[in-house]
């Protein structure tokens, strides 16, 4: 099984930056898609950025331009970084690995999730 710990949460002024790491454990984590996503108080769980096993990232509109997700694989690492950050970014973000079996029924391990606080 994979299992995924996040740091790097923390409270930070608008405007700011900071930058979230994942550290993954288990097989074939190269071959994985990992992302990252982030739950607003009161709302849905949503996606923030996305990188596969071959670099390939997608963005959500919010985050697009202020955001950089990239991977170590041989650290077994995943990072996030923000900047320009905002009040509305506000959130708990969490790390996720994702696969395909081969019934292609999709598989997500996620981390606990850690808190980022945007505020002056």
């Known amino acids: 099984q994979v299992q995924l710990v996040e740091s790097g949460g923390d409270l930070v002024q608008p405007g700011g930056s900071l930058t979230l790491s994942c550290a993954a454990s288990?097989?074939?984590?190269?071959?994985?898609?990992m992302g990252w996503y982030r739950q607003q108080p009161g709302k849905q769980r949503d996606l923030v950025a996305t990188?596969?096993?071959?670099?390939?990232?997608k963005y959500a509109d919010s985050m697009k331009g202020r955001s950089t997700i990239s991977r170590d694989n041989a650290k077994n690492t995943v990072y996030l970084q923000m900047n320009s950050l905002k009040p509305e970014d506000t959130a708990v973000y969490y790390c996720?690995?994702?696969?395909?079996?081969?019934?292609?029924?999709?598989?997500?391990?996620w981390g606990q999730g850690t808190q980022v606080t945007v505020s002056s």
């Open positions: 990188i596969t096993s071959g670099g390939r990232t």
């Open positions: 996720n690995a994702h696969v395909v079996d081969y019934t292609f029924r999709n598989i997500d391990y």
């Open positions: 288990g097989s074939s984590l190269p071959s994985y898609t």
